[in-house]
């Protein structure tokens, strides 16, 4: 038998482990090749089952002899040790009562699980730091330290410039009929009908969306004192999907410098559910999935989808 190494490991009983794999493989594939080839050609059926049954026997025998080898190297291989760069916590490895206290082995899990931490957030910032948004006051430069900072303009918008852009929007989509209030101040809310087909709650804060509920035609939307019902949900889940798809939309169309734009291209995308009970899924081209129309519309061609076609 060759010396046993520092590290707890029987060289000679590894290699010869090695070599009882092999040999277990070998028995194992000799088992399958006895099933897959079935019983031979003899004169009679009894003789070949007779045949099959002893050759198969034979190497199940055979792999029981070779998994016992292979245990009985295993037990003389040895355990290595668990060797780590912790400094003196490598200590905790040599207690008597790891079982019950395994203190070490759970500091090695903390330890790489915070090696795989720092690895994605070196990943993370690297993807960060190529973006165009420099908010970091070190990347912006000492110049810009020192330049005063812009007030936005767009967050304080007058009410008259906000019912002007709703106002031509409104003449743009012959289909659909907007009517704009403000029942908390110069907050806007806009109740949007879509033909026959559903209506739209938007909550604006000046010309920037903050919420949308949508209901069907004949749903009741406003409360009992006679305010728009913001909060509440639709009855029927077809409109239940699609609130959770203009939710969707209000984070696709973001472009703080031109916010008319926005509420443009959002309500360009709202009318493309004019065709809501009517278009096909441009995927499957069926009409209806699982009892639900295409309540999906594509951000950039407006195009149908069913929500489990469009991925």
């Given amino acids: 038998m060759a010396d046993v190494l520092s590290v707890g490991v029987n060289l000679e009983a590894f290699a010869q482990a090695i070599s009882a794999i092999q040999a277990l493989r070998s028995s194992v594939?000799?088992?399958?090749?006895?099933?897959?080839?079935g019983m031979q050609n003899k004169e009679t059926l009894e003789g070949r089952e007779k045949a099959f049954i002893a050759h198969f026997q034979d190497n199940l025998h055979s792999v029981n002899r070779d998994l016992n080898e292979l245990e009985r190297l295993s037990n003389l291989v040895g355990?290595?040790?668990?060797?780590?760069?912790?400094?003196?916590?490598?200590?905790?490895?040599?207690?008597?009562?790891?079982?019950?206290?395994?203190?070490?082995?759970?500091?090695?899990?903390?330890?790489?699980?915070?090696?795989?931490?720092?690895?994605?957030?070196?990943?993370?910032?690297?993807?960060?730091?190529?973006?165009?948004?420099?908010?970091?006051?070190?990347?912006?430069?000492?110049?810009?330290?020192?330049?005063?900072?812009?007030?936005?303009?767009?967050?304080?918008?007058?009410?008259?410039?906000?019912?002007?852009?709703?106002?031509?929007?409104?003449?743009?989509?012959?289909?659909?009929s907007i009517h704009l209030s403000r029942p908390n101040g110069t907050s806007a809310m806009l109740l949007v009908t879509l033909g026959k087909v559903l209506k739209v709650i938007v909550v604006m804060r000046s010309l920037f969306i903050d919420r949308t509920i949508v209901k069907g035609y004949n749903e009741n939307v406003y409360t009992e004192d006679g305010k728009l019902d913001i909060w509440s949900k639709s009855n029927y889940q077809v409109f239940q999907k699609v609130t959770d798809h203009a939710t969707t939309a209000l984070l696709h169309y973001q472009l703080p410098q031109m916010p008319d734009v926005v509420v443009r291209s959002?309500?360009?995308?709202?009318?493309?559910y004019i065709?809501?009970?009517?278009?096909?899924?441009?995927?499957?081209?069926?009409?209806?999935?699982?009892g639900l129309p295409p309540t999906w519309r594509d951000f950039r061609t407006l195009e149908a989808f069913h929500d489990t076609c469009r991925q």
């Fill in 29 to 37: 594939s000799r088992v399958f090749d006895c099933l897959k080839d």
């Fill in 275 to 290: 065709k809501l009970f009517q278009a096909p899924c441009q995927r499957c081209g069926k009409f209806l999935q699982d």
């Fill in 79 to 176: 355990k290595p040790s668990e060797n780590h760069p912790l400094h003196n916590s490598g200590l905790l490895s040599l207690d008597p009562v790891q079982d019950k206290t395994p203190l070490y082995s759970q500091l090695l899990q903390a330890y790489k699980w915070s090696n795989k931490l720092q690895y994605h957030a070196g990943l993370a910032s690297g993807l960060l730091n190529q973006q165009s948004l420099k908010r970091s006051a070190n990347q912006m430069g000492v110049s810009a330290k020192r330049r005063p900072k812009a007030q936005p303009t767009t967050l304080v918008l007058p009410p008259q410039y906000v019912d002007d852009v709703i106002s031509r929007i409104d003449r743009m989509f012959p289909e659909m």
């Fill in 266 to 272: 959002f309500m360009t995308w709202l009318r493309s």
